[in-house]
Every structure is written in structure tokens, then in C-alpha cells.
């Protein structure tokens, strides 16, 4: 996709504070303020690549970016979450709020929507990740875009923890009403075979750090430790995927093929 559409920290900055920091999510406002550069990088990258305003978009998980996208730039937004309560906040901020658990069968959306936030999402949901990325390539219209990112399996946090014995995922078990932690992580490979398994095309994976430090301090000090580890793209904390779904009239190979 071409775009026109202009992105600006200064007013990205703003309605961050405003409707993100202050508003009313899931997590205390700290959580946004330390997260703050992935966000501002996924809200350029999404400016950068999804075409002129406005447009049908879907964030899958809190809405934050649904809220962002319809602030800076009035897109259709929809968000899409389950076990929550702060859909009233999404529609007094101009988005639509759905309930989808994407661990059952439903399928709400068909061919709706020109791009699909999916951020920080795949790791908590114990099905394999071909069905729900499956799930979302039926609900893009043909050639529609997927930003997804999740952490990496083989990020630096993780190599430390395996070294101390400190578990690093939740139990496996399936979801009530509320969402899981992490259930599993994804190294490259394993995330790229579940995108084509999908039968989603996969335009770039990379492996990106942001500036976050960790809470506690002892691993901070070893965070500071083991920054070098960060120019090596296989302990960077985080895979981000930009995939499309197949154009019109395409078949695409879905986890239902043999």
C-alpha cells in the first residue's frame, strides 16, 4: 500500500498521554509510559504502510492502537478483546468494541478489514498459533495487511532466566474468562512456519529491541550487563511481522489443507 498519511510524534505524543497513559485500560498508566517506544514505533510503521485515510482497522487485544489510529487519523476502528471492561471508554473514543475469543471457533469478521494490528497477543493463547492467524486472514480483505509482534523466544531475558532455572511461560491451560500470561514463545522459524501455515504471505520478520528496562532491580543491572547481546538480531527481544492476506481470487493453503 501507498500513503499519504503524515505521522507526528508531537501529536502521536499527545494523544498517547491523553487517551493511552490516562485513559482507561488494562494496565496501570506506568505500564504505558515504559512501553511508550513500541507503540510510537508500531503507530509509524502502521502509518507508514496502511494507505490514505481512512481505513477499516482491527486491533486485536486492549484497543490502544484502535484508539490511536481513530484520534490521529479518524479510521474505522474496531477492537477486539474478551473478559474486559473498558469497551464503554473504546465507544466514548469513537471505537467499535467486540467480544471475540480467539481460542473458539467464531469467526465475526469476513473480508472487512484493510489492516489488522495483532501486537503482543499470540503468546498468551494456548492453540496453535496457524489457527488464529487463520482467523484473521479470513477477516482481512483480499491483500489486507497484518502487523503482528510477540516476543522472542531466544531473547536475552529468556537465556538469563533458563540460566537461573526461573520458569519463563504460565502453565499451559485453556483461557476462562480471563486471558492467560505467557503460554509459549516463538523463535523465527517456528512464527514463519505458523504465518504460512495460515495461508498469510509474509513481506518482512524481523527481530527489533526497544528501550525498556525491567522492573526489578537485579535484572536490570543484568539487562545493562548483556545490552551488547542486542546487536545480534537472535537475542533482540521482540520478532515483528508485517504479512498480507492472498489478493482476490488467490487460494490461499489454510491449517484445514492436508
Known amino acids: 500500500m501507498h500513503t499519504s498519511r503524515q505521522f507526528s510524534l508531537q501529536t502521536f505524543n499527545a494523544a498517547y498521554n491523553s487517551l493511552i497513559c490516562n485513559g482507561q ?10 512501553y511508550r517506544s513500541r507503540y510510537e514505533y508500531l503507530m509509524r510503521l502502521y502509518a507508514s504502510l496502511s494507505g490514505n485515510p481512512p481505513i ?4 486485536i487485544g486492549g484497543g ?9 487519523w479518524k479510521d474505522r476502528s474496531v477492537a477486539a478483546d474478551f473478559g474486559v471492561s473498558h469497551f464503554e471508554y473504546l465507544r466514548e473514543n469513537n471505537v467499535e468494541p467486540v467480544e471475540w475469543n480467539l481460542c473458539s471457533s467464531d469467526q465475526p469478521f469476513v473480508n472487512r478489514f484493510d489492516v489488522i494490528m ?11 498459533g496457524h489457527l488464529v492467524l487463520e482467523r484473521l486472514r ?4 483480499p491483500g489486507g495487511l497484518l502487523i503482528c509482534t510477540t516476543p522472542n523466544l531466544y531473547r536475552a531475558r529468556n537465556v538469563v532466566y533458563m540460566a537461573l532455572g526461573k520458569r519463563m511461560f504460565t502453565h499451559f491451560q485453556y483461557p476462562t474468562n480471563h486471558g492467560l500470561g505467557h503460554i509459549l514463545e516463538y523463535d523465527e522459524e517456528h512464527l514463519r512456519w505458523q504465518f504460512e501455515r495460515a495461508g498469510l504471505q509474509i513481506d518482512t520478520l524481523q527481530q527489533k529491541h526497544f528501550p525498556h528496562s525491567p522492573t526489578s532491580l537485579p535484572y536490570r543491572v543484568m539487562a545493562w550487563i548483556g545490552a551488547p547481546l542486542y546487536l545480534i538480531p537472535r537475542f533482540r ?5 508485517v504479512a498480507h492476506s492472498p489478493p482476490s481470487g488467490t487460494v490461499a493453503h489454510t491449517s484445514r489443507q492436508g
Open 25 to 34: 485500560f488494562n494496565e496501570v498508566p506506568e505500564y504505558y509510559q515504559r
Open 56 to 59: 477499516d482497522f482491527l486491533d
Open 64 to 72: 490502544q492502537f484502535a484508539t490511536l489510529a481513530q484520534a490521529l
Open 118 to 128: 495483532f501486537s503482543e497477543v499470540i503468546e498468551h493463547l494456548p492453540i496453535p
Open 138 to 141: 479470513l477477516a482481512l480483505k
Open 237 to 241: 527481544d521482540q520478532h515483528v511481522v
